[in-house]
């Protein structure tokens, strides 16, 4: 139970960092770089800071912590296919995102007894 609420932390943290970055835009050319219109700026560090909020909240509320494993799991998820599919970059620079989405599934999954 303590390493789970210790990832919920990292990841809560992690996620709150990575989203104000990219909804202010500060990871823009990299989106444009993989061909994804300016919106999904927006859309993703939205995902990424709710789904933070939802990690930290999570760890009184375990439904929370469910919903936000698996919102941050698939955006992982989306990410690491954008890299590896849209914007054909070799796998090692996908890893980041492959471990984050595995760690984020592996909180909604500890969660799921509830």
Same mark, same amino acid.
């Given at each position: 139970?303590? /390493? $789970?609420?210790? @990832?919920?932390?990292? @990841? !809560?943290?992690?996620?709150?960092? &990575?989203?104000t970055r990219i909804i202010s835009g500060k990871m823009a050319k990299?989106f444009s770089r993989i061909g994804l219109p300016s919106f999904f700026?927006?859309? &993703? ?9 939802? *990690?930290?909240? !999570? *760890? ?6 469910? @919903? =936000? !494993?698996? %919102?941050? !799991?698939? &955006? *992982?998820?989306?990410?690491?296919? =954008?890299? @590896?599919? *849209?914007?054909?970059?070799?796998? &090692?620079?996908? /890893?980041? $995102? /492959? /471990?984050?989405?595995?760690? =984020? ?8 007894? %509830?």
């Open positions: 139970m303590i /390493i $789970a609420i210790i @990832l919920q932390v990292i @990841l !809560g943290i992690f996620f709150i960092i &990575t989203g990299e700026n927006f859309v &993703t560090g939205f995902f990424e800071i709710i789904g933070s909020v939802g *990690m930290i909240v !999570g *760890m009184w509320y375990p439904i929370v912590a469910l @919903l =936000s !494993g698996l %919102l941050l !799991g698939a &955006t *992982m998820l989306a990410a690491a296919f =954008s890299l @590896l599919v *849209m914007a054909r970059d070799p796998f &090692t620079k996908a /890893i980041p $995102a /492959i /471990i984050l989405c595995l760690l =984020s599934f592996a909180i909604a999954l500890y969660h799921f007894n %509830l």
